[in-house]
C-alpha cells in the first residue's frame, strides 16, 4: 500500500531547457550540486529559516494565502505548519533545490496538506496566466539569480485580483548596516546557497509592476546585516507604492 505522505505530496521535475531558465553562463543548481549543496546545506538552511524570530514572521503572513496558492522557494517546508487549511484550495511548492524535497514532504505529511512540488526556479514558472489567488514567497528573493524576472512570473501567473504576500531579507536603510551588507555578500552567498544580503525589495516590487498596499520593515533579533526584514502583500493595481513606517517587533 503506498505511504499516505507519498500520496499527499508529489514532486514533478519537468524537463527544462537549463540555459534558456538560467542564462548560458549557468545550469540549473541541481545539475552540478556539490555534496555540500546535496547534504549539508539543506539541513543549515533548514535550522537558519527555522529560529524563533523567522518562525514568527511566517506565522504574521502565511495564514493570508488564500485559494490556489504558489509557494515560490518551499524549500524544506517550513511555511507548511502555518497555512490556514480552512482557505487552501491547493498547493504548489517551486523551488530548484530537490535536495530539500524530502524534509518538505514530512512536513507536507504532517500537516496534513496535499502538495505538488515542482522542481524549477521561478524565473520561468510553468503554469497558465491567472493560475493562481496567492503567491507567497518568504526568504527566497534573496537567492534566486534573476529576482525581477522571477517576480514578473510570479505577477504572470496571479488572477486578476490575486496577491502577492511576501517576507524577505534584504538592503538595510543604515549607511553602516548596508556598507557590511555589500562587504559579506560574496563571501555569504558561497556558505547559504547563493544568499544577497543587500536586495532591494521595494525596488524589486516595484521594477516588476507590484504596487504594495501593506509592506512593512523592522529590523529581527540578530547581526544587522542579516536581519533587517521587508514583509507585506503585494497587489496589481495603479495605487501608489508606499512604505509603512518601522514597526518594532
Not at 12 to 33: C, D, I, T, V
Not at 211 to 233: A, F, K, M
Request: charged share 20%; proline share 6%.
Amino acid at each position: 500500500m503506498q505511504d499516505r505522505g507519498a500520496q499527499m505530496c508529489t514532486v514533478r521535475a519537468k524537463n527544462f531547457n537549463h540555459e534558456r531558465l538560467m542564462g548560458h553562463s549557468r545550469m540549473s543548481p541541481n545539475m552540478r550540486s556539490s555534496w555540500y549543496e546535496r547534504y549539508v546545506l539543506p539541513y543549515l538552511i533548514d535550522i537558519a529559516c527555522g529560529m524563533r524570530p523567522v518562525w514568527h514572521q511566517r506565522h504574521r503572513v502565511v495564514p493570508l494565502a488564500t485559494g490556489r496558492i504558489l509557494e515560490i522557494g518551499i524549500g524544506t517546508g517550513l511555511n507548511l505548519e502555518h497555512y490556514n487549511k480552512a482557505n487552501i484550495e491547493k498547493i504548489v511548492g517551486l523551488d530548484p533545490g530537490l535536495a530539500m524535497f524530502p524534509l518538505a514532504r514530512k512536513r507536507a505529511k504532517q500537516a496534513s496538506l496535499a502538495v505538488e512540488l515542482v522542481g524549477l526556479s521561478a524565473e520561468e514558472i510553468p503554469y497558465q496566466e491567472g493560475s493562481f489567488d496567492t503567491v507567497l514567497v518568504t526568504y527566497s528573493l534573496c537567492t534566486i539569480p534573476n529576482p525581477g524576472a522571477a517576480l514578473k512570473e510570479m505577477r504572470r501567473v496571479l488572477t486578476p485580483g490575486g496577491k502577492l504576500i511576501f517576507c524577505e531579507h534584504g538592503l538595510a536603510p543604515d549607511a553602516s548596516v548596508r556598507h557590511w551588507q555589500d562587504r559579506l555578500t560574496a563571501l555569504w552567498a558561497k556558505l547559504s546557497g547563493g544568499c544577497q544580503l543587500n536586495r532591494d525589495i521595494p525596488s524589486l516590487l516595484r521594477e516588476a509592476g507590484f504596487h504594495s498596499v501593506d509592506i512593512q520593515s523592522n529590523y529581527l533579533p540578530g547581526p544587522r546585516p542579516l536581519t533587517y526584514h521587508y514583509w507585506g502583500t503585494a497587489v496589481l493595481s495603479g495605487r501608489r507604492f508606499k512604505n509603512a513606517v518601522d514597526q518594532n517587533i
